[in-house]
Structure formats: C-alpha cells, structure tokens
C-alpha cells in the first residue's frame, strides 16, 4: 500500500517539462520525496513554480554517461521520455530505452517507473504508436531493474493530446462522418487518477517487475465519449455517422485539420485508437490503493478538465514537451556572426503607454488573442505549415496571459521571457532555415518602446530563395504587427 507522506525517496523524474512529468514533479515533492528532474534544457524549467524545490539535471537520455550521472544515488527513476511526432520515434525511443535501462542498473537504481499503452493485440496488427511503447516496457522491465509499467488507455485531462482531439472534434463538428473504429471500447482515466498511482510506486515497497492496466471505471466506445462529452460541455447533441471507408490515415489527417493536435502526432493516436483498450486486470490496488472516493468516471474527469480550460488553470500542456533531439538552436547573438548568411527585419515604435501596458499585449500574443496583424495572412501560413506535415497555427497557448520559457504559442516556442522586458519566440513551423521573433519593451520619455526583430537563417539555397520571395510580404505583415502591438497598449 501506497507509504506515508515524507518517506523522503530520492526519485528521479524524465519528462519533467511534458504533460505527466510536469504534473508528477510537484505532486512527488508534496509527498515528501526528493526530486531531481532530467531535462535536455535547464531553461525550460527555470520558471516553473516548483522547480525551486527540485534539483534539474541536463541530459539527454540518449547519452550514456549524462544519464548515469543523472541516475546516480536515485532509488525510483520515472521513465516519461518518448519521442512521438518525430521521424523514426520507434528506433529513437529503443535506444533510449535501453540507454536509460543500462545506466540505471549500473547506479543501483531500485525501481523504474514507465507509463505505458495498452498491451497490444499482435493478432491485430498492433500500431506503431503501441508496438513502440510495448517496446520499452519490455526493454525496461528485462534490464535488471525492478520495473512497472503502468499500461492507459485514453487520458483525460486539460491539455492532454487526447483530451485536446476529443475536445476539439466534438465542439467543433456538429455532424461528424467517422470512421468504425469510434465503435471500439475504451476505458479511459482521469489525469489525476494517474498521477495518485504514480506517485503511490515512490513508496511501495519490495521489488515489483510487471505491468498493471489502469483505466477509470467507465468502458465506453469513442462515440460514446464524444456523445457525453457535449452533454457535459452544454452542447446540442452530436450526430455521428460511421463509414467503412476512412482508413486510420485519413482519420488522423482529418483530425490534423479539425483539432490542434498536428498530424505527425494524430497518425499513431488515431492509429490506436483502432484497437480496443479495455483493462483485464486491477492488480495495481494489492500495491497501491485507489484515490479516496474512488476512480473518476468520466463524465466527472471532462467537467474538471473544462473547469480548469475555463479558470485558466491549466497546470501543462501536450504541446509543451519536446521529442528527444527536437531542434533548439538557440539565437545567435554575435552581431558579426560568421556561421553564414543572417537575414533581419526589424520595426520600432513608439507608444503612448506605460511600460507595463506593453508589456501586458506582448506577453498574451498568439492564441485567442492573436497576432495583431493579417488574420488572412496567418491563417495561410499556419495551413501551408499543415499541408508539408507541421503542426500549423492552432496549438494554442497554456495559459491566456503569462508565459514560460518553454512552452509553446501557436507554431512558435518561448525561447526566452524576461518579464516586463524581453519575449524571444523560436519558430518550429516547416522552415528551410531556423527563425525567431524577439519583442522588446524599452523605457522611453513618452511613455515606452517596442522594438521587434525578425530573424532567419537559412538552410541552402531553398532558404535564400524563400527569404528572398517572401520578404516584402513578411516586411509588412510584421510592420503591420508593431503598429498594432503599440496601438493595442494605448488602448490598454
């Protein structure tokens, strides 16, 4: 059964900037345990409230000899790095697996904790998506480490991959034509039903090595789910017709264009969605007890999920982690940067605000609030990015008003934020090149400055060519954009 708060564990936690590692941290250091958290980039964790109270490693757990500096005098490793929307994330999450599986068995590490899929149906031809996580579960459990493997279906919870899917599809289509897989039954489970029995493996004791199937207490087909989910989102009733001839392929490009959810990660979650994902067993209850009054059912775990959407209390966000080796250059900041050609817009303006006015439209850009220039001309770009397979313009943004570094707005990432002062934004539509936005707030005598530079580099001559036939176009928009950014301030 699940130890007394203040057991005092030394428990490493992977993932801890994606959307179970960032909730799990905090929740493991309430409980008394101490935490160290790997991530492949310090920064992204800087503002995070909790982080002051862990110790953040940099590491990539592809590297060997980082990873068991990283595990060294940990008694419980959280295993929640996968690498799903990247070319080739089979073979990158093998040998990450079995580098992390490795280097915990050579520091002594006595358990590892892995989040899993459903167990899948080889005589159904398993998904990659699912083959992929059975992969390291088995990789883990077989290292010589004591290992459990949680196995879930669907999540649900604000700002998860699938919550997000199932949000979007039902709210915004009223009729849908689906495919015959929304008839397959799905037993899905809350968030914070996940995190209790995560945070439970911290103190169990003994060695456990073996899987558990954990779902929420209701077995429902995804037509179901989306059928309940407007009834508890206040929606008219949903009409859902199901056809023969829409193979998972063409679901998930569907789904790329409807949700925010892009398409490189839509493929292998519509693609398990395909098979059923019911669980055969509740084991885990001889180890860990489940969460006072019982499991969340469904209808109560998308009423929490919305409330949170609404408050904007919205703890992470899928979109916020990063596959394993995901580009993060950073901005080159050499004014005579001689790593080749270096193409810059910038525009100045000058507004009759306050500072903190400023401050206060830079810092809610994107999302709901948009870009404060072409609507038309954002929009093109963000479906031009899905069309060559990017994640478009539709992720959104964790929370309305503040940012971290780290988290994503729309096709951009926060590189970095220094409240009041600096917002620098890495772009990761389909580029050939890297580019950033950077937006400054300045004192001035008449009330502030905002200074905006542009910067792209480009990859070969297909970057030249594409700076050189876009730059008038890119010129105006993001003039228009600094007139309206201090525009908008004065309003405010």
Not at 82 to 103: C, I, K
Not at 251 to 259: E, K, N
Not at 394 to 404: E, K, M, T, V, Y
Not at 428 to 449: H, I, N
Request: with cysteine; net charge positive.
């Amino acid at each position: 059964m699940v130890g007394r708060a203040g057991s005092g564990r030394r428990v490493l936690v992977t993932g801890a900037t994606g959307y179970i590692g960032g909730r799990l941290a905090p929740r493991l250091i309430e409980a008394g345990h101490r935490v160290r958290c790997l991530t492949r980039s310090a920064v992204r964790l800087r503002d995070v409230p909790w982080a002051a109270q862990a110790e953040i490693v940099e590491a990539d757990v592809l590297d060997h000899a980082a990873t068991r500096r990283a595990l060294r005098g940990i008694e419980v490793a959280y295993y929640l790095v996968h690498s799903l929307g990247s070319p080739g994330f089979e073979d990158t999450d093998r040998r990450a697996a079995q580098t992390f599986a490795d280097a915990a068995r050579q520091e002594g590490v006595r358990r590892i904790v892995y989040l899993g899929g459903p167990a899948p149906d080889r005589a159904d031809g398993a998904s990659a998506h699912l083959r992929s996580r059975d992969e390291v579960a088995r990789i883990l459990t077989t290292s010589g480490v004591p290992t459990v493997t949680l196995r879930a279906a669907v999540i649900i919870g604000s700002g998860s991959a699938s919550f997000e899917m199932l949000r979007h599809l039902t709210e915004r289509l009223p009729v849908m034509v689906t495919p015959r897989w929304v008839g397959n039954r799905i037993q899905p489970i809350a968030v914070r039903d996940v995190l209790h029995y995560l945070v439970g493996w911290a103190s169990v004791p003994g060695d456990v090595n073996r899987s558990f199937d954990i779902g929420g207490p209701d077995v429902l087909t995804y037509r179901e789910m989306m059928s309940r989910y407007a009834r508890v989102a206040g929606l008219n009733r949903r009409v859902v017709v199901p056809v023969r001839t829409l193979s998972p392929w063409l679901s998930s490009l569907w789904v790329g264009l409807v949700t925010p959810v892009p398409g490189a990660i839509a493929t292998p979650l519509v693609e398990s969605l395909v098979h059923e994902a019911v669980c055969h067993e509740h084991d885990i209850v001889k180890y860990v007890t489940d969460p006072t009054g019982g499991l969340k059912p469904f209808d109560e775990a998308v009423r929490l999920a919305l409330l949170r959407i609404r408050d904007a209390e919205v703890e992470t966000h899928w979109s916020t982690a990063s596959w394993t080796r995901a580009p993060a250059e950073p901005l080159p900041t050499d004014p005579d940067w001689s790593g080749g050609d270096l193409y810059v817009d910038e525009h100045t303006e000058r507004v009759k605000a306050p500072p903190s006015a400023l401050w206060e439209v830079v810092s809610g850009i994107g999302g709901d609030n948009g870009w404060y220039s072409s609507d038309l001309a954002w929009t093109a770009r963000g479906l031009l990015d899905q069309a060559f397979g990017g994640i478009g313009l539709r992720r959104g943004r964790r929370d309305p008003a503040a940012l971290r570094a780290g988290e994503t707005v729309d096709f951009w990432r926060v590189e970095e934020v220094e409240p009041g002062r600096l917002l620098r934004l890495r772009a990761e539509m389909r580029l050939p090149g890297r580019a950033w936005l950077e937006m400054r707030v300045c004192d001035d005598p008449r009330g502030s400055r905002y200074e905006q530079r542009s910067v792209f580099v480009p990859r070969g001559l297909a970057g030249h060519l594409y700076w050189r036939t876009t730059a008038p176009l890119h010129s105006l928009v993001f003039a228009d954009m600094a007139r309206n950014i201090a525009r908008a301030a004065e309003r405010v």
